[in-house]
């Protein structure tokens, strides 16, 4: 107890200096040391976070296209100029169409948000877009929403996100990526541009020449078409009903109930969210 108080030191460590200190001392288990110190009132318990089921993501079936695009990073790399390339790819599941390529210099969210917008701007909007749990599509926030996730949100398409260390979810992206690596990377271009132009070719005959035995020998342009949904320049704010309480996320992702600050998430700094009163 005097060792806690003077260094503040948890039981391992406690346990640790007493016995070099003290060697013909038979000390007890760790757990011993953490009941005396509770004891006392010494120990701090830390608020142990609350752990979220992951959603899982929805058999992967598709008879239209549009529906369901996979999106990924392929493996990082390094272009022959010593600068990594990180592959960004977006499928469309029912017609097997390699929609985008793109050699970006991070996974950062800032280099990913605008080839989506690119994407939804020139061929519409998905019905859903699925996605592994990594950056930049998930995050350790809760239930893994992230800028990126909440924007999709907004434009009312589902975030699919395949279960952990599952990448069979995502089985058709994963045969796609092989063929990209092995036909665009071995060895790697110059630079992140003639990797990029490798890319678009690569893109090109995946769709137009390429043909898949998963869609009955067909070419991936001839089975897809652009999506009805064109992309909304302004978003609608969400509309709630009236039971509902409203409150909008301040700048450090919190919101008021009451007397009490409530931190959700900063990845909804800005939005108005619902509060919905479900027992006392």
Known sequence: LELRERRG?????????????????PW?????????LERHGKLRRQRRRRRFEHPGAVPLRTDAPNQVWPADFKGQFKTRDGRYCYPLTVTDHY?????????????KGRAVKPLFLRLF?????????????????????????????????????????????????????????????????RPAAANR????????????CYNEERPHDGIGGDLPAARWAPSPR????????????????????????????KDRQCFL????????????????
């Open 28 to 36: 007890p288990a760790r757990s011993t040391v953490n009941a005396i």
């Open 230 to 257: 064109a992309y909304p320049e302004r978003l609608r704010p969400p509309e709630y009903p009236g039971h509902l309480e409203v409150r909008r996320i301040s700048s450090i992702g919190t919101f008021r109930l």
């Open 121 to 185: 701007r020139e061929i519409g909007l998905p019905e859903a877009i699925r996605t592994d749990n990594g950056p930049p599509f998930s995050s350790v926030a809760i239930h893994g929403v992230c800028q990126l996730s909440v924007w999709w949100m907004k434009l009312a398409i589902v975030h699919q996100r395949i279960r952990p260390a599952s990448p069979q979810e995502n089985g058709q992206h994963e045969r796609m990526h092989r063929e990209l690596k092995r036909e665009t990377t």
């Open 265 to 280: 998430s900063t990845a909804l700094v800005g939005e108005d969210i619902g509060l919905e009163e479900l027992g006392d």
């Open 95 to 107: 017609s097997r169409a390699l929609l985008a390529c793109r050699g970006l210099p991070s996974v």
């Open 193 to 204: 541009g003639a990797q990029q132009r490798r890319f678009d070719a690569f893109r090109r």
């Open 9 to 25: 030191w948890g039981a391992k460590k406690l346990l640790q200096a007493l016995a070099r200190g003290h060697p013909e001392i």
